[in-house]
């Protein structure tokens, strides 16, 4: 009995193992945007950067974002309800419908990283991110359906990292394409309360010997861009690196009437409580089999972590099983 608890906790074990923890990180730019060879480049020389060219480490990025999503009633039942289908798009390849949200690099980007710079040799430089280049992020195709307790779970969709670099106000690189995130699941997302989803890093039809286009001539390809603390690539990986995002969403439109604690926006409970009796019967549909427009404005963050090698995952399992043997053996 004890050996076979072990397995099961061998087994717990290795499939917990990839999302547990986020591992660290760093970009090469290939440029020291801190301290510019342009005029009025001279921004003052951060410390903290793993050289001059590169940011210093991080653990996580920030974002915020624009989505708009399309609920269709799959059931025919007229209400929003188990088993209707969901379709989104998002970020900088967001199509805004009924006159809300933006497709616009200010509203929809990765705002910066975390721990961030504050001024001393031990913080993490960002080598001028957001004064010469910046990274944005979209997709078209984030899919799922609403589930029992009347949330969305996502399943499948492919969120696109976007690299763009400008000097003096005007873009050099606009949205090159640096890496995919292929979704895989999402956690119970409530309307008006989150949408968090999970996936793998991939580079499918991206070519990582294209070089980065910045300020200056640059060697930098996209296949270098990031980094693990260690100096390793993610290209290196191909495959085998999770993505975690976390985020908060407010507010929300509902077929384009606001809901949230904001000013101009409705504040009705019921929207936020999926244990409230009117919740499977929010006005999303005209008619049965129609649609429903959901659109939100998102914060929050994302982490990537290496994925375990299956070498790494059977020694941890053999590891467990041998504890439960020696245990056993002990007992008798």
Not at 201 to 211: A, F, H, N, S
Request: proline share 5%; net charge negative.
């Amino acid at each position: 009995m004890m050996k076979r608890k072990i397995l099961g906790l061998a087994v717990v074990a290795a499939l917990a193992a990839p999302s547990a923890y986020a591992d660290e990180f760093y970009l090469e730019v290939n440029a020291d945007y801190e301290n510019p060879p342009i005029v009025g480049g001279d921004l003052g020389t951060k410390a903290g950067g793993v050289d001059s060219n590169t940011t210093g480490v991080f653990n996580s990025a920030t974002m915020t974002y624009w989505s708009t999503t399309t609920i269709t009633d799959a059931n025919s039942d007229g209400v929003f309800s188990p088993g209707d289908t969901v379709v989104g798009t998002g970020g900088m390849y967001n199509v805004p419908k009924l006159g809300v949200g933006t497709a616009l690099y200010g509203e929809n980007r990765v705002t910066g990283f975390n721990p961030s710079y504050d001024g001393t040799a031990a913080s993490p430089s960002d080598n001028a991110y957001g004064d010469y280049w910046f990274l944005s992020f979209g997709w078209t195709d984030l899919t799922g359906s609403v589930n029992a307790t009347g949330g969305i779970t996502y399943n499948a969709g492919t969120i696109t990292l976007l690299y763009s670099a400008f000097n003096n106000g005007t873009l050099v690189a606009n949205m090159q394409p640096v890496m995919d995130i292929v979704v895989t699941d999402g956690a119970n997302n409530g309307i008006g309360q989150s949408l968090d989803v999970s996936g793998v890093v991939g580079y499918t039809g991206i070519d990582l010997t294209q070089l980065l286009v910045g300020i200056n001539p640059t060697s930098t390809t996209i296949g270098d861009l990031f980094h693990w603390a260690d100096g390793e690539l993610f290209s290196a990986l191909l495959t085998g690196i999770n993505w975690d995002s976390n985020q908060n969403t407010s507010p929300f439109w509902i077929n384009g009437v606001c809901y949230g604690n904001q000013a101009g926006c409705l504040n009705d409970p019921t929207y936020f409580d999926p244990t409230s009796p009117d919740w499977w019967g929010l006005d999303l549909f005209a008619a049965a089999g129609g649609t429903g427009i959901l659109a939100a404005q998102h914060d929050g963050s994302f982490t990537f972590s290496k994925v375990p090698e299956p070498a790494t995952i059977a020694l941890l399992g053999l590891g467990l099983l041998g504890a439960g043997w020696t245990t056993r053996r002990r007992k008798s």
